[in-house]
Antibody, heavy 128, light 107 residues
Framework: EVQLVESGGGLVQPGGSLRLSCAAS????????MNWVRQAPGKGLEWVSY????????YYADSVKGRFTISRDNAENSLYLQMNSLRAEDTAVYYC?????????????????????WGQGTLVTVSS | DIQMTQSPSSLSASVGDRVTITCQAS??????LNWYQQKPGKAPNLLIY???NLETGVPSRFSGSGSGTDFTFTISSLQPEDIATYYC?????????FGGGTKVEIK
C-alpha cells in the first residue's frame, strides 16, 4: 500500500524555524517527483514546492521562496521541508503529495501534473 | 499566475440529484486540469485527471469534461458519502494553482 506520513509540525514563534518530514512507503520513492501542498485553517489548497526524483529540479511558490527549502533522501525514502523565517500566514496543514508518474513540461519548466496520493498532513502553527 | 475560479462555492442537493461544478481558468490550459475530493478532516484525493479521465477505483458517477478555459465536474447521482469539498487544479503553468473549492452538502 502506498503511504505518506508527515511529521514535524507544531507551534513556533514568528521568525522561527521548523523542519517537516514525510516518510514514504509502498512504492519506489526514487522514481517519483514529490510536492508539498498546504491548507490554511478553513481555506483552500496552495501548492508550496516541487522536487524532481533526482533532486535536480526544484520549484517554490513565490510566497515561500527564499525562506523554505525542499529536499529528499532517496536512500531513506524521505522528503523534507525546512521552513525558516516563519510568518503567521504560514500557519496551515502541510501535506506531502506524490507527483504524477509522468511530469509535464511547458515554458522551460517540468513539474508534476497531479498529486496522488497525499499524506494525512501535519499542522504548523506560527504564533507568539 | 493562472487563476482558477470555481462555482458555486457551496451547494446543497438531495441524494440522487445530479450535481455540477464549474471551474474557469484565467487563460487557456488545454486539458491540463484535475479534480480532487476532500472529505472533512481528511487529505484530498485525486478523482479525475486531464479533465476527463477517471482515476482507478473512483466510482463512475463522477465525471469531468471541458478544455481551454471552461471545465465541468459532475456527480450523476449524489450519494451521502460524496459530502466533501471539491477542488480543481491546473498544471499548465507554475505555480500549480487550485480553485477555491466547492462544498457539497446533502439537503
Amino acid at each position: 500500500e502506498v503511504q505518506l506520513v508527515e511529521s514535524g509540525g507544531g507551534l513556533v514563534q514568528p521568525g522561527g524555524s521548523l523542519r517537516l518530514s514525510c516518510a514514504a512507503s509502498g512504492f519506489t520513492f526514487s522514481s517519483y517527483s514529490m510536492n508539498w501542498v498546504r491548507q490554511a485553517p478553513g481555506k483552500g489548497l496552495e501548492w508550496v514546492s516541487y522536487i524532481s526524483s533526482s533532486s535536480r529540479t526544484i520549484y517554490y511558490a513565490d510566497s515561500v521562496k527564499g525562506r523554505f527549502t525542499i529536499s529528499r533522501d532517496n536512500a531513506e525514502n524521505s522528503l523534507y521541508l525546512q521552513m525558516n523565517s516563519l510568518r503567521a500566514e504560514d500557519t496551515a496543514v502541510y501535506y506531502c503529495a506524490r507527483g504524477s508518474p509522468l511530469g509535464y513540461c511547458n515554458a522551460g519548466s517540468c513539474h508534476s501534473s497531479w498529486f496522488d496520493p497525499w499524506g494525512q498532513g501535519t499542522l504548523v502553527t506560527v504564533s507568539s | 499566475d493562472i487563476q482558477m475560479t470555481q462555482s458555486p462555492s457551496s451547494l446543497s442537493a438531495s441524494v440522487g440529484d445530479r450535481v455540477t461544478i464549474t471551474c474557469q481558468a484565467s487563460q487557456d490550459i488545454s486539458n491540463y486540469l484535475n479534480w480532487y475530493q476532500q472529505k472533512p478532516g481528511k487529505a484530498p484525493n485525486l478523482l479525475i485527471y486531464d479533465a476527463s479521465n477517471l482515476e482507478t477505483g473512483v466510482p463512475s458517477r463522477f465525471s469531468g469534461s471541458g478544455s481551454g478555459t471552461d471545465f465541468t465536474f459532475t456527480i450523476s447521482s449524489l450519494q451521502p458519502e460524496d459530502i466533501a469539498t471539491y477542488y480543481c487544479q491546473q498544471y499548465d503553468n507554475l505555480p500549480l494553482t487550485f480553485g477555491g473549492g466547492t462544498k457539497v452538502e446533502i439537503k
